[in-house]
């Protein structure tokens, strides 16, 4: 089998390629060799029987300052490249797209936790303007989807995540007041890593939900992650949501057995995340 990984320098897509048991089966092009915006020569020269698309622009804060271009970044590498590589692929090939919690509101009126089944927003002010493309990118596939939530994972030198940055802010006397009323889950990278290795062997198709099973507030889980490696959590501040600027009432419902968050960041700190 020959499994083309995009963006798989990526924070999730980099991680998968190490777990992953056979490594002669990856085809992990840079940016040089495979351009989403013209994939077509690539996918002919390789054939692959999978392709599974980690590739995204995945700022979130600058894609913001976006909103409405459709010739921004955003927009061009969500949704335009999405479209190309959908056009070029052969129709053998099994493509598995990735995507977001955040093709959701979560809202009072729309609250997660969400299902598989659960109907991304098609009202572009609902959601940031990442979550929008991702949303368009969705409903151009229409085949295999996976949805990830704030991945985490032990070590990355190129990206902090959910979890790394609030300890590394933490660690310089800098942490934001946290969130007690904000509802969220998060994605073990490397349990969906497994996950998506399921997918591939078994030839799985749909719509799938990579989460830990129960959700948390910013505030219980970094302060627990705090405690468990021996910080003085007595100065982090607490705080309440803007539910006009972030969703509230997050949270996905896993398609496969994980892990709680708990148990999440116990592994996380077992694997060193205090020393990154």
Known sequence: MKILVTGASGLVG??????????????????????LMNPGEYLIKNSPDVVLNFAA???VSESQKQRDDKFGPCWQINVEGTRNLVAALPTSTHLIHIS?????????????????????STNNHELTWYGY????????????????????RAKYP????????????????????????????????????????KIINENLTGIFHLSCPDTFTPYEIITYMLEKLGKDISGVQKTSIDPTRYPQFGGLKP???SSPWRQIVDKLIEQGIGTA
Not at 133 to 152: D, F, H, M, S
Not at 185 to 190: G, L, N, V
């Open 14 to 35: 980099s991680r998968f390629v190490e777990l992953y048991p056979n490594s002669k089966d990856l085809l992990t092009p840079d940016l040089d060799e495979f351009d």
């Open 57 to 59: 622009y995945t700022n």
């Open 100 to 120: 977001t919690d955040m093709v959701f509101p979560g809202s009072a009126s729309d609250p997660g936790p969400y299902s598989p089944d659960h109907e991304p």
């Open 133 to 152: 493309t991702k949303a368009e990118a969705e409903r151009i596939v229409g085949g295999t989807i996976v949805r990830l939530i704030y991945p985490v």
């Open 158 to 197: 190129a990206k902090l995540d959910y979890l790394r940055k609030p300890l590394d802010l933490f660690n310089q006397g800098k942490l934001y007041p946290l969130f007690t009323d904000q509802h969220t889950s998060m994605t073990y990278i490397d349990e969906a890593c497994l996950s998506l290795q």
């Open 255 to 257: 398609s496969f057995a």
